[in-house]
């Protein structure tokens, strides 16, 4: 055969092998999609969401637990998961709270001397800067026992757990200041703010809420409790927290419900309102 003629035949094997392939790979997906009774519109759902191994996803969530305890990071669009962050619980599989390091962490969320060996994980929230996240830490609150995390994002692992003395419960954290200046973690159910018992009759005088402002040093990546402030709140129950930004940059706002207040099962309207007066008493 003349080289003119051989040159000419190769395009037209490569249209006829793809050909084949796309053929073969057709009948192939008709069989799958046919056995596991699926539909186009699944299998274009699938595939949105596949990533091929190696190539990264464009974005990941760091998602709280719950009462795992734990930070859960995953892929979008992939969904993969990537890493389980212990935090509040201790996770042999992982060796958290097995190794020095990591039981000097744990022993930061002891409350009144006992070891709280559990925790409900919610709203985390990345360090910022001018209002815009920059990723370097991540903070998390526990909702059972009012307690604060820092998760350092270059090695995803926990590196400090603060106790709140002061509140018995909360919800409304963690929130970031525009620059991560403070960390906010307010009260969910009004409490005495002392550790003494007062009945559910003294619920207007001696139970209360609280909202407290965690002084962060970005560059040493830790809490300064010594540098935060606690603020007291009427005893209404707290929910969600955060603070201004642009216009309304140096204010800090929590939304309320039980404003009537009741201490029964009945529960007011949800409010919006701003921190009130420093607290009497101080940090023990």
């Given at each position: 055969?003349k080289l003119?003629?051989?040159?000419?035949?190769?395009?037209?094997?490569?249209?006829?092998?793809?050909?084949?392939l796309?053929?073969?790979a057709?009948s192939?997906?008709?069989?799958?999609?046919k056995?596991?009774?699926?539909?186009e519109?699944?299998?274009?759902?699938?595939?949105?969401?596949?990533?091929?191994?190696?190539?990264?996803?464009?974005?990941?969530?760091f998602?709280?637990?719950?009462?795992?305890?734990q930070?859960i990071?995953?892929?979008?669009?992939?969904?993969?998961?990537?890493?389980?962050?212990?935090?509040?619980?201790?996770?042999?599989?992982?060796g958290y709270?097995y190794?020095?390091?990591?039981?000097?962490?744990?022993?930061g969320?002891?409350?009144?001397?006992?070891?709280?060996t559990?925790?409900?994980s919610?709203?985390p929230?990345f360090?910022?800067r001018n209002?815009e996240?920059?990723?370097d830490?991540?903070?998390i609150?526990?909702?059972?026992?009012?307690r604060l995390?820092?998760?350092?994002?270059?090695?995803?692992?926990t590196v400090?757990i603060?106790?709140?003395?002061?509140?018995?419960?909360?919800?409304g954290g963690?929130?970031?200041t525009?620059?991560?200046?403070?960390?906010i973690?307010?009260?969910?159910?009004?409490?005495?703010?002392?550790?003494?018992?007062a009945?559910?009759?003294?619920?207007e005088?001696?139970?209360r809420?609280a909202?407290?402002?965690?002084?962060?040093d970005m560059?040493?990546?830790?809490?300064?409790?010594k540098?935060?402030?606690?603020?007291?709140?009427p005893?209404y129950?707290?929910?969600?927290?955060?603070?201004?930004?642009?216009?309304?940059?140096g204010?800090?706002?929590?939304?309320?419900?039980?404003?009537d207040?009741?201490s029964?099962l009945?529960?007011?309207?949800?409010?919006?309102f701003?921190?009130v007066?420093k607290?009497?008493?101080?940090?023990?």
């Amino acid at each position: 055969m003349k080289l003119k003629q051989w040159v000419k035949l190769i395009p037209l094997s490569v249209v006829a092998s793809s050909l084949c392939l796309c053929a073969y790979a057709s009948s192939d997906l008709e069989a799958i999609m046919k056995a596991r009774n699926l539909s186009e519109k699944d299998i274009l759902a699938a595939a949105k969401t596949y990533q091929p191994s190696g190539r990264r996803d464009e974005y990941m969530v760091f998602s709280s637990g719950g009462q795992s305890g734990q930070v859960i990071v995953y892929g979008v669009p992939s969904m993969r998961i990537y890493k389980y962050i212990a935090v509040f619980t201790p996770e042999p599989w992982q060796g958290y709270g097995y190794d020095q390091e990591s039981k000097k962490v744990l022993a930061g969320g002891k409350i009144r001397g006992r070891d709280i060996t559990w925790g409900d994980s919610h709203h985390p929230a990345f360090t910022e800067r001018n209002g815009e996240y920059t990723g370097d830490y991540l903070f998390i609150n526990d909702k059972a026992n009012p307690r604060l995390a820092v998760i350092d994002l270059k090695s995803f692992e926990t590196v400090q757990i603060v106790t709140n003395p002061i509140i018995k419960s909360e919800h409304g954290g963690a929130f970031v200041t525009p620059n991560s200046e403070y960390v906010i973690e307010a009260s969910q159910y009004a409490a005495p703010l002392d550790d003494n018992y007062a009945p559910i009759e003294a619920y207007e005088s001696r139970y209360r809420g609280a909202v407290t402002m965690w002084k962060f040093d970005m560059k040493k990546g830790r809490i300064n409790e010594k540098e935060s402030v606690t603020l007291e709140l009427p005893p209404y129950m707290q929910d969600l927290s955060d603070a201004g930004k642009g216009v309304s940059d140096g204010w800090a706002f929590i939304n309320s419900f039980n404003t009537d207040p009741r201490s029964t099962l009945l529960v007011g309207a949800v409010i919006s309102f701003l921190m009130v007066r420093k607290l009497k008493i101080g940090w023990r």
